[in-house]
């Protein structure tokens, strides 16, 4: 094996990208909070009642009004969150002639993949730079609800099942949109977990699932990354829809955690003029699809009715002003008024495109390489067999509301053919076909069958779809807004296709795609090597060529347990997915992901975290050392193997006893490092308090129990290299 040629190409892409000493957000030029607050109680006085209720509610598709005459401009929004997303003209009709083509990025889950916040921060820049040009001031993504059940349509976009790495990682896209002058929008506030019924769902659950599971993306957005805006959610929690939802809103976001930015509605999740307005909504988006072609958006729960309100007394004036000084206020600080201008965004640059490969290279997972089948051996290859209609498919304009126009989507299939090069033969069969209720094809599997017979090597790409019909938003399909898969059996025939094609082939690679977990015990066992390319954005069919021939070491993590079956997954063994009449208990409690598989002792396909190298890495010298009331964790990593390659250290904390119940373990802390073959680098974890910590229901506040910690250092959550304990007792 040529292992000279493997290179990982990390350094020469952090300088093309010039990523400012990362997550400084550095608000260059901003001005004075005393000044820019002045400045917005004096132009709310010069505002007549009929343009501050004008500036709460839509006027168009995407945009509230602005006030011409005091140079307020109109706020525009756009999808997000991978991506932005086509023009919809004022009134949702998709403008076929715009120009719109964009950077199309990987999804939510293969960010979440890389482990890496810096690549966030990468991500979110290239957004804010397209969304600036496009004349965008919000860009309605992060999109990070919980991973609860991975047969939510929407788990695509989302990060993980884990509240540390959603908040890490949402971290470092928000700085990446805000410091180029655009709001970010972190959605959907709260516990929408399921597509399903989402504009009914009541949502319950106990407060300590809300604050250790659903609530710390949230939480980390506002209080470490200064989200401009959130976007609350279609589902009810505990009775009150969640975009007007006292508790959620009132008390914890502007309350507890003080947001000073705009709380928006969801597309059409206002439901109360009197709870909407009181419960600290402050721009209340959507289109009543009912009014279309022509929409009347006076007729908005926060337009002519509350006008009326406001008018008769019933509503204070002063809850009107302290909304539109929050619009105001994100206004001044993404420049779109006051003295500092914006600096002009760009789309499409090569940079742009780099980073959405780079992006791809980092999250795309091996989950199995038994033999050392992969990387393949390009120098004894003659003939590849490329099979699957997920190898020739392009997903940006799939999914739902976070499609995107790329400018060009190389797939699996183009990929690979352009970096073989006319030397070795490529064929290409279908396999499957993406048709509603398709059975196995007996015709396209023989054909698939005699083409990896004939060549060295089959390399299969398979699994979810964003639907049925290319560019169409597909409410029938599996990784879509709006729909729920129906269980986790591959659709289509796929089990028999892989089946028979590993039968014809030993030498068969399987790369699934697609918004996460999917059941593949009828051939697991089977296939030598397994990857994981999820959604990968307009570079995926080159940065997976690359992972499958060796030119990039791979370095992603899975941030989702895969469970063996459906049944395993907590939200459906405890039997509330996606609810009864309308309401979810969340009987699953903090028991979500692995901290289920964990402490239930339930074994999963692929564990959260999991995800190989074609390097090795080994740990040692693990030493702690406790500062006030941190504990600081430093250990050795040296890369063992041939290659250079990237690990994620990952850091989870179990308490040995407590009267409180505690998951098994939970990941703390993590970092990536890159290494080149025999390197070896000290690494430093820290760990707050929180890191010790659980929410007392009791005494509704975080707390740790003194006593043992076990400090669990690894490279997945099922395999720790290293432990140690401590006492630790909170000051
Ligand atoms: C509804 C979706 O839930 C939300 O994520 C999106 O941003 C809005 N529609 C606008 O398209």
Not at 31 to 50: A, C, F, G, H, R
Not at 422 to 451: C, F, H, M, P, W
Request: with cysteine; net charge neutral.
């Amino acid at each position: 094996m040529n292992y000279g040629e493997l290179r990982l190409r990390i350094r020469p892409f952090l300088m093309l990208l010039a990523i400012p000493a990362i997550m400084c957000a550095c608000h260059s030029a901003s001005e004075n909070i005393n000044d820019v607050e002045e400045q917005i109680t004096t132009l709310i006085s010069k505002m007549t009642l009929k343009e501050k209720i004008a500036m709460i509610h839509a006027n168009s598709s995407f945009t509230s009004a602005g006030v011409e005459r005091l140079g307020i401009p109109e706020l525009v929004t756009s999808d997000g969150p991978h991506g932005v997303r086509p023009e919809h003209g004022r009134d949702w009709v998709l403008d076929s002639a715009a120009n719109d083509a964009g950077t199309y990025l990987p999804t939510g889950n293969l960010l979440a993949a890389t482990w890496n916040p810096e690549i966030g921060y990468a991500f979110g820049a290239v957004l804010g730079s397209e969304a600036k040009e496009r004349g965008k001031d919000v860009i309605l993504g992060p999109g990070i609800n919980v991973m609860r059940s991975p047969l939510c349509g929407r788990n695509f976009e989302y990060l993980s099942e884990d509240p540390f790495l959603i908040s890490r990682m949402a971290i470092g896209y928000i700085r990446g949109v805000q410091d180029q002058d655009v709001s970010a929008c972190v959605k959907h506030y709260a516990a929408n977990n399921e597509e399903v019924d989402r504009n009914a769902v009541d949502v319950l659950m106990s407060e300590r699932a809300l604050r250790e599971i659903y609530l710390p993306g949230f939480k980390a957005a506002v209080t470490e990354a200064d989200v401009n805006t959130v976007m609350g959610s279609y589902n009810k929690f505990r009775g009150q829809y969640a975009t007007h939802n006292d508790y959620l809103v009132n008390k914890i976001l502007k309350g507890e955690w003080k947001f000073r930015g705009v709380l928006m509605s969801d597309w059409g999740a206002v439901h109360n003029t009197i709870e909407a307005v009181k419960n600290g909504t402050d721009l209340e988006m959507g289109t009543d699809l009912s009014m279309l072609p022509k929409p009347d958006y006076n007729k908005f729960f926060m337009a002519d009715s509350l006008l009326g309100l406001v008018s008769k007394g019933v509503v204070p004036e002063t809850l009107i002003d302290e909304k539109v000084r929050r619009i105001l206020r994100i206004m001044f600080k993404t420049k779109m008024l006051g003295k500092n201008k914006r600096e002009a965004g760009s789309r499409n640059t090569p940079e742009h495109q780099a980073t959405a490969l780079k992006i791809a290279e980092e999250g795309i997972v091996l989950l199995k390489n038994e033999g050392e089948v992969l990387p393949l051996k390009r120098a004894a290859i003659k003939t590849v067999a490329v099979i699957g209609e997920n190898a020739n498919r392009e997903n940006a304009m799939g999914g739902g509301s976070s499609q995107v126009r790329a400018k060009y989507e190389i797939t699996p299939l183009q990929g690979i053919k352009k970096l073989l090069g006319g030397g070795v033969s490529v064929s290409y069969s279908r396999g499957y076909k993406i048709v509603k209720n398709q059975q196995a094809d007996a015709t396209l599997i023989s054909e698939a069958v005699a083409a990896a017979k004939k060549a060295d090597v089959a390399i299969l790409v398979v699994g979810w779809t964003h639907g049925y019909d290319y560019a169409v938003w597909d409410d029938n399909a599996y990784d879509a807004e709006g729909v729920d898969k129906p269980n986790l059996d591959m659709p289509f025939g796929q089990n028999e296709l892989i089946k028979a094609v590993l039968a014809a082939n030993p030498n068969t690679v399987v790369v699934l795609s697609g918004g996460g977990p999917i059941d593949v015990r009828q051939w697991v066992n089977k296939a030598p090597a397994i990857l994981e390319m999820w959604y990968a954005g307009m570079e995926g069919g080159n940065a997976l060529a690359k992972i499958l021939f060796g030119e990039v070491n791979p370095s992603g993590k899975l941030p989702m347990t895969f469970p063996q079956k459906l049944e395993d997954s907590p939200a459906h063994k405890f039997g509330d997915f996606p609810g009864v009449n309308n309401v979810a208990r969340y009987k699953d409690d903090i028991y979500v992901g692995y901290r289920y598989f964990d402490t239930y002792k339930v074994t999963p396909q692929f564990a959260f975290g999991h995800g190989l190298s074609y390097t090795s890495f080994k740990y040692s010298d693990v030493k702690t050392r406790k500062e006030k009331d941190s504990v600081v964790v430093h250990l050795k990593i040296k890369n063992t193997g041939k290659v250079n390659g990237a690990e994620v250290v990952q850091l989870y904390v179990k308490q040995e006893k407590s009267a409180e119940k505690r998951p098994e373990k939970e990941l703390k802390a993590f970092k990536k490092v890159y290494l080149a073959t025999g390197e070896s680098r000290d690494i430093e974890l820290r760990l707050g308090k929180d890191a010790f910590q659980y929410f007392s229901e009791k005494n509704h506040r975080w707390l740790a129990e003194p006593g043992m910690f076990d400090l669990l250092i690894g490279s997945s959550s099922r395999d720790i290299r290293q432990r140690t304990s401590i006492s630790y007792l909170e000051n």
